[in-house]
């Protein structure tokens, strides 16, 4: 009997082709599949967690498949490999269905699209789901061995096992070491957590965080020390309620990372003073920015891409940030005078920091990718230290976790500006020392439960005894 297909998993499998076949991005693939399928807010955030998590674990089930179908996944055609990479997904990290009836879907949707395709369309569509129909039963009787029989003691094992691209784990093993790289991954197979900023600028922090935790069941206070519980966090567990969104939509409540709010806190802006805002879309630290301004001051933030500048002006507006001007230009070579008191250089990057929250994320880096952003860093943090006030101080921070990205890019500064000094960020934060320069800071999920983020704080002139700030 032919098995009924769910909406919510046609929409995950539709994610998963438009991904690996078309170079989609999951989360803009998503919300069309989603209002094609019609599917309600449950749904949705069924078929999220479905496509989300088979595009983050195609590296294990592509390893899994050879093994169970005796040949390599370039052979399979495209719309039976998307099926056994969510059938496999399905039998191995959720249980929100009994297994022959993931199996089952599976099967239904190989053997639709293949027959939808021509010439032959009828025949292969026999072919591909008796095929998807064995790996996947034999997945299902094997499958509280499959995973067990990975071994990771290795970078190659480690990247099948928690799927990663091979040569970003040789890269953490030799950064992190074998046990940080393994917890490391392991973390970031997990949802990201769900954090919120007061946005000071609409509403008093203190009065709402108390309301929000009083009156919404799963939302509290970060139980994280400094720097990573900012007075205006709040940690949200499970979705988001319509009174939640109700207060972002009104410029009350933004979603930011607790680290990215402890950037800013490290930035330590003052009322009164001249900040540059480098590489400032979307605009989440721009405003917070503004709100430790208190929008008295003024905020100059700079933004390359037209469509970003304009949603950079967009969220401002929204948040009340009144102190902010936009300006359209390179961050390398835009001119933007000189004399700040605060500079925030958070350049492109490679993004390894946020692999939890962006899923098909780790299948579009690579080594050569990390080397362009290394130049493209050098350069802009060159020109922003070039604007820095005689007693200024310059915040440089990352979401990745990349020495060639983060130290090097630091310490080649100061070699370069011998007016440039490091705060001892590590000092005041141990915890969170940055393994290979423990003046800086690196944050990682696994340890944190926030983005993995670098950030390095430099002042001209005297360095102050301590690095809080």
Known sequence: ??????????????????????????????????????????ERSQAQRLAY??????????????????????????????????????????????????????????????????????????????????????????????????EDSTPEGAAVLHSYPEWLAAMWWDELGADGTRSLMAAMNEPAETCLRVNALKADPALLVAELIAAEGGVERPAAAAPLAPAEALVVHGPLTDALRRRIDRGE??????????????????????????????????????????????????EVDPGRARQLRELCERLGATCVRVVEGDAASVDISGGYDRILVDPPCSDLGTLNSRPDARWRKSPALIERLAQIQRTILAHAAGALDDRGTLVYSTCTISARENESRVAELADRDSTLRADDLGASYPGLAARLDRRCLQTRPDRDRTDGFFVARLRRGRVPAGGGG
């Open 1 to 42: 009997m032919k098995a009924e297909v769910t909406p919510q998993r046609r929409a995950a499998y539709e994610v998963l082709r438009r991904v690996f076949e078309h170079g989609a991005w999951a989360d803009r693939a998503l919300p069309a599949a989603a209002e094609r399928h019609r599917l309600d807010r449950r």
């Open 53 to 150: 998590g088979a595009v983050q674990r195609r590296g294990t089930a592509d390893h899994l498949i050879e093994a169970l179908a005796g040949r390599p996944v370039a052979r399979l055609d495209p719309p039976v490999l998307a099926a056994l990479r969510l059938g496999l997904y399905e039998l191995l990290h959720s249980d929100s269905v009994p297994g022959h009836a993931a199996v089952d879907q599976a099967v239904e949707l190989a053997k639709s699209a293949v027959a939808a395709q021509r010439p032959a369309g009828a025949r292969r569509a026999a072919a591909a789901a008796g095929l998807v129909n064995a790996v996947l039963r034999r997945a299902a009787r094997e499958r509280s061995t499959l995973l067990a029989s990975i």
């Open 253 to 302: 409540l933004v979603a930011q990372a607790r680290v990215s709010q402890a950037v800013v806190s490290l930035l330590d802006p003052r009322p009164g003073q001249r900040v540059l805002d480098l590489c400032a879309a979307p605009g989440i630290k721009t405003s917070a920015i503004a709100a430790r301004l208190g929008n008295r001051g003024e905020i100059v933030a700079v």
